[in-house]
């Protein structure tokens, strides 16, 4: 079945550091790609998506390249805040309802 | 923008009795509403899939019994936990998927303790 792993957290940056949290996927099929993001005491967010090999999905900064001949989703940002603090999580969606990864939290410290 | 709301945010209820979450679609209309359970520092496990107008259809290992879903308007799902016991203390998040879009968007949450 389709199934999505993620980077095992916590993962603590300084302000204005690099970002990466990886993500690979396992689908039959041509999968859409998702980053979900959940703040402290809030619902999920979505943050970007990809629907198709080599799309790129960008917000906030944010992005990540659907590559399929690897089955990876990473996402990346280049200089993080301190309000990108949260937890985020990679996600597929092909004929079934959306598969999470199990999150990765980010603190980012001032 | 699509905004998916649920009520209570939280609730505490005492072993036995039931407690039911509403989930509500505000600006669009949803024939396929999702309930997941989040479990401390995990990932969301989906419970059901609910359509409008017919009943769930459930996740292997969680009981329909226990966890009625009611999706009687394209804008409303309800998940009932009955006899809830302290093992049924989770976050339970729904989502709704709006028929023009066919964009997923999920609740806020509501955090249960069965105390």
């Known amino acids: 079945g389709n199934s999505v792993t993620q980077m095992e957290g916590p993962v603590t940056l300084s302000e204005e550091a690099f970002l990466t949290i990886n993500c690979t996927y396992t689908?039959?099929?041509?999968?859409?790609l998702f980053w979900y993001v959940q703040y402290p005491g809030e619902g999920l967010q979505l943050l970007l998506k990809?629907?198709?090999?080599?799309d790129k999905g960008s917000n906030k900064g944010f992005e990540a390249t659907y590559r399929k001949e690897t089955t990876s989703f990473h996402l990346e940002k280049g200089s993080v805040q301190v309000s990108d603090s949260a937890v985020y999580f990679c996600a597929l969606k092909g004929n079934t309802p959306l598969v999470f990864g199990k999150g990765t939290r980010l603190s980012v410290i001032a | 923008g699509a905004v998916v709301s649920q009520h209570p945010s939280r609730v505490i209820c005492k072993s036995g009795t039931s407690v039911k979450i509403e989930c509500r679609s505000l600006d669009f209309q949803a024939t396929t509403m999702f309930w997941y359970r989040q479990f401390p520092k995990q990932s969301l496990m989906l419970m059901a899939t609910s359509n409008e107008g017919s009943k769930a259809t459930y996740e292997q290992g969680v009981e329909k019994d226990k966890f009625l879903i009611n999706h009687a308007s394209l804008t409303l799902s309800t998940l009932t936990v009955t006899s809830a016991h302290p093992e049924d203390s989770s976050f339970y998040i729904c989502?709704?998927?709006?028929?023009?879009?066919?964009?997923?968007?999920f609740g806020p949450g509501t955090r249960l303790t069965v105390t």
């Open positions: 989502s709704a998927t709006s028929t023009a879009t066919y964009e997923q968007y």
């Open positions: 990809a629907t198709k090999a080599d």
């Open positions: 689908a039959t099929g041509y999968p859409s």
